[in-house]
């Protein structure tokens, strides 16, 4: 790989793009041939997303935050995160269908959009969220510690 290649991959954002980019064609890809195949939009989609889920996660992780979040702090964030975006695309490929009688391939674009764009957003601001260090000479207590003045005698 080229030097200048190397260092664009570097960035964080670079990353998350293409891994989104990447996940957000699985999503297209899998939900338009389910819905195409003659499954039902909400479940078709919701079923691609879940797929999805797993390959986005992986590398989100692993590749763009470096494997710095914890499992038990990341994980819950994320699925919790992409259930929401599950159901919002579902419900968004039922309207698009049975309000709008949009095609398969016009509904597994929509739904990639609005699925894509929500996630990103929660994901930044929440899932992945830059871990603050503590400032140099300040103490953090264990989890669940007191601090003395608030403890019963």
């Not at 479940?43 to 919701?46: A, E, H, I, R």
């Given at each position: 790989m080229s030097r200048l290649l190397r260092k664009f991959a570097a960035i964080r954002l670079v990353r998350f793009v293409i891994v989104g980019i990447g996940a957000a064609l699985l999503?297209?890809?899998?939900?338009?041939a389910l819905v195409s195949a003659g499954?039902?939009?909400f479940?078709?989609?919701?079923i691609a997303y879940m797929l999805a889920f797993v390959v986005a996660y992986s590398a989100q992780r692993g590749w763009t935050f470096e494997g710095r979040h914890d499992h038990a702090?990341?994980?819950p964030r994320y699925?919790?995160?992409q259930l929401v975006c599950a159901g919002f695309a579902g419900l968004s490929a039922h309207v698009a269908v049975s309000i709008f009688s949009a095609?398969?391939?016009i509904m597994s674009a929509i739904i990639t959009i609005a699925a894509s764009a929500a996630s990103y957003v929660l994901s930044s601001v929440w899932v992945f969220a830059t871990i603050k260090e503590p400032r140099e000479?300040?103490?953090r207590r264990p989890a669940g510690a007191m601090r003395r003045s608030a403890r019963l005698v």
């Open positions: 999503l297209f890809v899998l939900s338009w499954m039902p939009p479940v078709g989609s919701v702090h990341a994980l699925l919790a995160t095609s398969p391939l000479g300040i103490r």
